[in-house]
Protein backbone atom coordinates (compact mmCIF):
# COMPACT_ATOMS: atom_id res chain seq x y z
CA UNK A 1 0.00 0.00 0.00
CA UNK A 2 1.17 3.36 -0.93
CA UNK A 3 1.61 5.89 1.72
CA UNK A 4 1.60 9.82 1.88
CA UNK A 5 1.10 11.43 -1.70
CA UNK A 6 2.76 14.24 -3.19
CA UNK A 7 2.50 16.51 -6.07
CA UNK A 8 5.50 16.54 -8.74
CA UNK A 9 6.93 19.41 -8.53
CA UNK A 10 6.77 19.51 -12.20
CA UNK A 11 2.83 19.51 -12.77
CA UNK A 12 1.89 23.06 -13.89
CA UNK A 13 -0.91 24.98 -12.43
CA UNK A 14 -4.14 24.92 -13.99
CA UNK A 15 -3.02 23.26 -17.63
CA UNK A 16 -4.40 19.63 -16.79
CA UNK A 17 -0.56 18.22 -16.76
CA UNK A 18 -0.33 17.20 -12.62
CA UNK A 19 0.71 13.98 -11.23
CA UNK A 20 1.66 12.88 -7.46
CA UNK A 21 4.16 10.76 -7.10
CA UNK A 22 4.30 8.08 -3.45
CA UNK A 23 6.19 5.35 -2.17
CA UNK A 24 5.09 2.63 -0.98
CA UNK A 25 5.06 -1.20 -0.57
CA UNK A 26 2.85 -3.83 -2.37
CA UNK A 27 3.59 -7.59 -1.68
CA UNK A 28 6.86 -6.98 0.00
CA UNK A 29 8.10 -5.42 -2.93
CA UNK A 30 9.10 -1.40 -2.65
CA UNK A 31 6.86 0.25 -5.34
CA UNK A 32 6.55 4.17 -6.65
CA UNK A 33 2.71 4.79 -7.68
CA UNK A 34 2.00 7.75 -9.82
CA UNK A 35 -2.14 9.17 -10.59
CA UNK A 36 -3.58 12.58 -11.99
CA UNK A 37 -3.57 14.72 -9.08
CA UNK A 38 -7.08 16.27 -10.54
CA UNK A 39 -8.29 12.30 -10.03
CA UNK A 40 -7.30 11.35 -7.26
CA UNK A 41 -10.19 8.17 -6.66
CA UNK A 42 -8.71 7.24 -10.18
CA UNK A 43 -6.13 4.62 -11.37
CA UNK A 44 -2.64 4.29 -10.54
CA UNK A 45 0.36 3.17 -12.43
CA UNK A 46 2.45 1.24 -10.43
CA UNK A 47 6.49 0.74 -10.81
CA UNK A 48 8.70 -1.17 -8.66
CA UNK A 49 11.63 0.99 -7.23
CA UNK A 50 14.51 -0.48 -8.84
CA UNK A 51 13.07 0.12 -12.36
CA UNK A 52 12.20 3.94 -11.13
CA UNK A 53 15.66 3.97 -10.45
CA UNK A 54 16.96 2.21 -13.91
CA UNK A 55 14.67 5.37 -15.94
CA UNK A 56 16.19 8.57 -13.84
CA UNK A 57 19.70 6.83 -14.33
CA UNK A 58 19.17 6.46 -18.04
CA UNK A 59 17.66 9.89 -18.26
CA UNK A 60 20.51 11.60 -16.32
CA UNK A 61 23.22 9.64 -18.35
CA UNK A 62 21.27 10.94 -21.22
CA UNK A 63 20.93 7.28 -22.79
CA UNK A 64 17.84 7.82 -24.01
CA UNK A 65 17.81 11.18 -26.03
CA UNK A 66 15.75 13.38 -23.67
CA UNK A 67 17.75 16.17 -24.19
CA UNK A 68 17.60 15.76 -27.79
CA UNK A 69 13.88 15.54 -27.38
CA UNK A 70 13.61 18.32 -24.58
CA UNK A 71 15.64 20.67 -27.00
CA UNK A 72 12.76 19.79 -29.71
CA UNK A 73 15.27 18.04 -31.84
CA UNK A 74 13.98 14.61 -33.83
CA UNK A 75 10.80 13.06 -32.52
Not at 8 to 23: D, I, P, R, T
Amino acid sequence: MVERWRKSSHSSGNSGGCVELACGVVERVSVRAVRDSKNPAGHELLFTAAAVERVVAALKADRVGWSRLHDGGDR
